[in-house]
């Protein structure tokens, strides 16, 4: 579980730097998603998850950490997911707005903006 865990955290990791250097705004949010999906992976993986035990303390059960999972990275994990959800969420307003505004989706800051076209003269003179 722990290998799997690894290559899911390395792979998420690896996508998500591509993704953010790319020069379009809904590719870098994209690869910041992915980023805290691997950040959220980690985070669990540092828990020690094990798989069948309660992540609290009963009755009758020993109260060795033998017999538990630790609570803390799983409260950890389901925080962050909310958090990133709404980030995620005004990043991509904001992209939006950004490209409305600006008509066009790049976040290179050495894009030149369009050419204007060529104005004639509206009396026909051409000048």
Known sequence: MELALAVAIGVLTAVAVY???????????????????ATNLLIFAG??????????????????????TDPLPQALVLTAIVISFAMTAVSIVLAMRSRA??????????????EPEARTDPRGSGK
Request: proline content about 7%; overall charge negative.
């Open 101 to 114: 505004d600006n008509g066009g989706d790049h976040v290179d800051a050495h894009d030149t903006a369009p």
């Open 19 to 37: 993704l953010m250097l790319r020069a379009r705004s809904f590719d870098v949010i994209l690869g910041l998603t992915f980023l805290s999906y």
């Open 47 to 68: 828990g020690r998850p094990v798989a069948g035990k309660a992540p609290i303390i009963v009755d009758g059960v020993p109260t060795d950490l033998a017999h538990y």
